[in-house]
T-cell receptor, first 113, second 114 residues
């Protein structure tokens, strides 16, 4: 079962920051938080990941709370092309099946013009 | 990054037949995963396939129905056997080189069973 919970849907105005929350209260000390998105009819696309420090790349920022029980993905200037389902995932390190990627239900983000 | 090629991209099959889906990666990868995505649903992991070992199947999926091969570090196949309309889904291949790095996904195989 997925170890994360996300709101089923959100919307955001184009040009504004989109903040997508994720709860992972049972996360283990060595598990990473990953974010992916899936645009209609395409394979999931990697966005960002982190362990405990905040991370930023060209696509987004990831804010992880100090207790690591929740995180927020921030798309700083949302565009219509950011409309997608966003998945928050926790993943263990290692080469065994323990490091498999389990998807939850995700958040359907709609960007309105 | 890794470039993943899945074949076929889509197919329409008769019930009772089998379809083998191929996943080819442009570089060696440690872990390969197969997923199913039913219409309007999230992705469900079918199995993890590491080279040199038997695939590990998730609850609800069995080898007789979804046999997997992983002959080398760049290639894997998933067979959907004795298909029924309930098997109509998108099947996706995913790869990961090392731990704690991103996984890459193919564009999927859209299967319709009639």
């Amino acid at each position: 079962d997925a170890k994360t919970t996300q709101p089923p849907s959100m919307d955001c105005a184009e040009g504004r920051a989109a903040n997508l929350p994720c709860n992972h209260s049972t996360i283990s000390g060595n598990e990473y938080v990953y974010w992916y998105r899936q645009i209609h009819s395409q394979g999931p696309q990697y966005i960002i990941h982190g362990l405990k420090n905040n991370e930023t790349n060209e696509m987004a920022s990831l804010i992880i709370t100090e207790d690591r029980k929740s995180s927020t993905l921030i798309l700083p200037h949302a565009t219509l092309r950011d409309t997608a389902v966003y998945y928050c995932i926790v993943r263990s390190p290692g080469y065994s099946s323990a490091s498999k990627i389990i998807f939850g239900s995700g958040t359907r983000l709609s960007i309105r013009p | 990054s890794a470039v993943i090629s899945q074949k076929p991209s889509r197919d329409i099959c008769q019930r009772g037949t089998s379809l083998t889906i191929q996943c080819q990666v442009d570089s060696q990868v440690t872990m390969m995963f197969w997923y199913r995505q039913q219409p309007g649903q999230s992705l469900t992991l079918i199995a993890t396939a590491n080279q040199g070992s038997e695939a590990t199947y998730e609850s609800g999926f069995v080898i007789d129905k979804f046999p997997i091969s992983r002959p080398n570090l760049t290639f894997s196949t998933l067979t959907v056997s004795n298909m029924s309309p309930e098997d109509s889904s998108i099947y996706l291949c995913s790869v990961s080189r090392e731990t704690n790095t991103e996984a890459f996904f193919g564009q999927g195989t859209r299967l319709t069973v009639v």
